[in-house]
């Protein structure tokens, strides 16, 4: 009866082990996500006691796998300079694999406050979400 139940736990022992090499986790390394200024336009004045700045930039992701992120798109608007950072309702959040995006921007500002002669595009990039 003790040998039976050795057999039985022995061969349990070897059925239920694991093979370490099934057990790892394959990390997959993308490729960076491009992007494209279509257009940067900034109208310092619009006739009509404003300014306005519209941009357009496409956003292209090479890999062959979904991928989500937010862009992040800094400028500098005489001397001050910011970033428009996305979120996960932003537009271009999700790009499928293989796939591109645009994102667009347009906003018009009363000179009310005061007038920005100069906006610059800075920087462009888009930060994916592990």
């Known amino acids: 009866m003790q040998r039976v139940f050795f057999i039985v736990s022995l061969f349990l022992i070897i059925a239920c082990s694991s093979d370490n090499e099934s057990d790892k986790v394959e990390e997959v390394v993308?490729?960076?996500?491009?992007?494209?200024?279509?257009?940067f336009i900034y109208t310092a004045d619009t006739g009509n006691n404003s300014s306005k700045l519209e941009y357009q930039i496409k956003f292209i992701n090479p890999n062959n796998q979904d991928?989500?992120?937010?862009?992040r798109i800094t400028t500098?608007?005489?001397g001050l300079v910011s970033s428009l950072i996305g979120s996960d309702k932003s537009q271009c959040y999700f790009i499928a694999k293989n796939d591109e995006c645009i994102f667009t921007f347009e906003?018009?500002?009363s000179h009310d406050l005061g007038k920005v002669n100069n906006i610059e595009l800075v920087s462009?990039?888009?930060?994916?979400?592990?």
């Open 30 to 39: 993308l490729e960076p996500i491009t992007s494209d200024v279509l257009y």
């Open 67 to 71: 991928i989500n992120g937010f862009a």
């Open 76 to 78: 500098n608007a005489d």
């Open 107 to 109: 906003a018009e500002d």
């Open 124 to 130: 462009v990039e888009y930060n994916l979400i592990q």
